[in-house]
């Protein structure tokens, strides 16, 4: 036959009929006007037909122009459609969640690791309290969780353990007495940390107060601060700024971190997120008796419920039994 359709010359034509004119229709694809006249006129040629014709300071499509139009908008759709098909689909962001304790010390390293080991994966992050990430789980909001408490669900991906230190300000005193309570500054209930504060000095037989509740981070640490009561937080070794650790309180057993992963999040996101973290708490992962340095984990050693709820580290103290993570209905860290 020898004759045939092109693209370009047909997106002209289409332009043209949709443009109202050549001109506009040379503007709106930043062609030339004469190159938008020679596109017609190609087409002219390849069907033998006329399909545009002048109208006044106008111009019209004709019967077998407007027969074109109709077939050039299926061509191009179905050429458009072949070409998107073959174009990589951008992937949809990771979001992954933190509470504030996570956030400061993990988020920024975990971030740069990440870049470099999923190039291709775009992440996003989002900082609440547990319940709220818990709820996001669930929702799909959030597709990985960093959370407090024992990995006693399949989904959890256990990660390591949080080292918790007492701080006050620098000029706060133990009350002397051991009868007078030791003022607490703490998140609001219910809260992992502030549970684990109260039970190492409850079974010290330490009296303890709240002196002050905040619902955020930055809220504790300003309570503590100001002199209202010491304060327990986990800090990986980076002392708050105006705060001072303290030796002189009972020292609590390490709180366990897991990796919460939304049950239809591909397990290798999941797991390259794992031993990130695993790397960057310094903890190993425990898939038995013998412990794993993180460095040798394998995909098959970090897996969820691969560390038994409330295991630790050796040489680490027990965890007390009622250790737990928030239920979904709760505001804690």
Not at 81 to 91: D, N, Y
Not at 163 to 186: F, M
Not at 233 to 260: K, N, S
Request: with cysteine; hydrophobic share 40%; net charge neutral.
């Amino acid at each position: 036959m020898g004759r045939t359709l092109d693209i370009a010359p047909l997106r002209s034509f289409v332009a043209v009929a949709d443009c109202g004119g050549f001109q506009r229709a040379a503007s709106a694809l930043h062609l030339s006007q004469a190159a938008v006249s020679q596109h017609v006129r190609r087409l002219e040629a390849a069907t033998g037909r006329i399909l545009v014709e002048r109208q006044g300071r106008g111009s019209r499509l004709t019967r077998d122009g407007e027969h074109l139009l109709r077939q050039a908008r299926r061509i191009l759709g179905l050429h458009d459609e072949t070409l998107h098909s073959f174009v990589p689909q951008a992937a949809e962001p990771v979001v992954i969640g933190s509470t504030e304790h996570a956030a400061a010390q993990l988020l920024p390293s975990l971030n740069g690791i990440l870049e470099q080991e999923l190039p291709h994966q775009v992440m996003r992050f989002r900082i609440d309290r547990g319940n709220r990430l818990r709820e996001g789980l669930d929702t799909g909001q959030v597709d990985l969780a960093l959370l407090l408490g024992p990995a006693d669900d399949p989904r959890a991906w256990p990660v390591g353990q949080l080292e918790l230190t007492w701080y006050s300000a620098p000029t706060w005193e133990r009350p002397s007495s051991l009868s007078q309570p030791v003022p607490l500054v703490v998140f609001d209930q219910p809260c992992s940390l502030r549970n684990r504060a109260l039970e190492a000095l409850s079974f010290h037989a330490i009296p303890t107060v709240i002196g002050a509740e905040a619902v955020q981070l930055a809220g504790v640490q300003a309570a503590i601060r100001a002199g209202l009561g010491v304060g327990l937080m986990a800090t990986l070794g980076q002392t708050p700024e105006g705060l001072v650790a303290r030796d002189d309180l009972p020292q609590p057993a390490p709180l366990p971190m897991a990796l919460w992963a939304r049950q239809s999040l591909p397990a290798e996101i999941s797991r390259r997120v794992a031993e990130t973290l695993c790397q960057l708490l310094l903890a190993p992962v425990r898939p038995g008796p013998t412990a794993l340095p993180p460095e040798s984990l394998a995909p098959e050693s970090l897996a969820p419920g691969s560390l038994a709820p409330g295991s630790l580290a050796p040489g680490s103290p027990a965890a007390p039994a009622d250790a737990h993570l928030e239920p979904s209905t709760s505001k804690g860290v």
